[in-house]
């Protein structure tokens, strides 16, 4: 299964690039070198909306065919799916509520600086999870449900989607 493997090889790329990008967020809220706290909170907010680009724009749209095609397939399938959507929700709601949050820590707001960091760290140990368990349990499930045809599918799927994000790459560039 040539294609499955060509898929996950590209989701776990994602997955390591998230990482990078939390593991840059973590950066920018520690940075202990005498940065003001507005100046760490800008660029806070800035690797957080990199995050959510990323996310959105990239990683999600390629797992869209492949989830839906697992979907319905078993039970414990499907348990797994709603587990993984719920947390996919709260990390989300985490990161939106600690972005709103460090918008007012970036007028100096020590306090909100302090509430953005706890959510954060929150976020990522649920982030961390969260991805762990696509690598693991959602890699077993799909290895186990879709067949060689349904991986070339979700393999043309991510296609189109490197594709699409190559388009908006270079209309930003022009």
Do not use: Y
């Not at 680009?53 to 319905?72: A, C, I, W, Y």
């Not at 969260?130 to 799927?157: G, I, M, Y």
């Amino acid at each position: 299964m040539l294609a499955a493997e060509c898929a996950w090889a590209i989701l776990r790329a994602e997955h390591a690039r998230t990482r990078e990008l939390l593991a840059r967020l973590d950066t920018a809220m520690k940075t202990g070198d005498g940065t003001r706290t507005g100046q760490r909170a800008a660029s806070a907010i800035e690797v957080i909306e990199r995050l959510q680009d990323f996310e959105e724009t990239t990683h999600r749209p390629k797992g869209v065919v492949m989830l839906n095609m697992l979907r319905g397939r078993s039970s414990e399938a499907d348990e797994l799916l709603d587990e993984l959507d719920s947390e996919s929700e709260c990390c989300n709601g985490l990161l939106s509520q600690a972005k709103t949050t460090l918008k007012r820590a970036e007028t100096g707001d020590a306090r909100a600086a302090a509430e953005a960091e706890a959510l954060l760290q929150r976020h990522r140990q649920f982030m961390n999870l969260h991805l762990d368990k696509e690598d693991t349990l959602l890699h077993s499930q799909t290895a186990l449900l879709l067949t060689a045809e349904e991986w070339a599918a979700v393999v043309s799927s991510i296609s189109k989607e490197v594709r699409t994000a190559k388009e908006r790459a270079r209309r930003r560039s022009h």
